[in-house]
């Protein structure tokens, strides 16, 4: 069974999605949450799987509650869901180690799928997030002496990370393994000077992989 938290100031908007998915393909609503304080406090309350977040809301937005409830609930999985495209919400939300970005307007089974992926452990943007990334320039920039730092099979590992493939995922792909994979992995992120795995994925989409 999932679990899913909706976070969303619009109520009938909430209340539409959970009578779409609700009960569906093993899923179920144990909350909505019109504002990110709430969403904090109902995470504590019902230990959500994932997390729909809108980013506009009262009291607090949902960029600011997904780096709290990251930080109090680190295996907890936050998509954005939102209207807005601003690449300042996109780079906010990858700060906050969302798990994915999408826009509002999906239909209920292209959620359920949504939900899935991110149930799986991947990451889950829209096309239009992605060419964010790419076209950013901004505190990591798209630096060709990042390449010099590295080796063709570091590189294949970082494209595959930024894909979503997990460790074992990218042994299976590369036939390496598992073991191996986390060690380069470990120093890819120390020659780069990145801390996380999600940031790794971040740094290689700036990259172009």
Not at 174 to 184: A, I
């Amino acid at each position: 069974m999932m679990r899913i938290l909706v976070a969303d100031d619009e109520l009938d908007a909430a209340d539409a999605l959970k009578r779409n998915i609700d009960g569906r393909e093993g899923i179920e609503i144990v909350g909505l949450a019109a504002n990110g304080r709430e969403a904090i406090r109902l995470c504590g309350l019902h230990h959500p799987d994932i997390i729909l977040m809108d980013i506009h809301m009262p009291v607090m937005d949902g960029i600011e509650a997904s780096g709290q409830i990251k930080s109090l609930c680190p295996n907890v999985k936050i998509v954005i869901l939102t209207m807005f495209r601003e690449k300042e919400n996109v780079f906010g939300a990858l700060k906050a180690h969302c798990a994915g970005y999408v826009y509002k307007g999906h239909k209920s089974d292209e959620i359920i799928s949504i939900l899935k992926n991110i149930s799986m452990g991947f990451s889950v943007y829209e096309n239009g997030v992605s060419d964010v990334l790419r076209e950013n320039t901004g505190n990591v920039l798209l630096d060709r002496t990042l390449f010099q730092k590295l080796s063709e099979r570091e590189i294949e590992i970082i494209r595959l990370v930024t894909a979503g493939k997990k460790d074992n995922e990218i042994a299976g792909i590369l036939f390496l393994d598992s073991g191996y994979v986390r060690n380069c992995l470990l120093g890819i992120r120390e020659k780069l000077g990145v801390r996380t795995t999600k940031d790794l994925a971040v740094l290689g989409a700036r990259m172009g992989l």
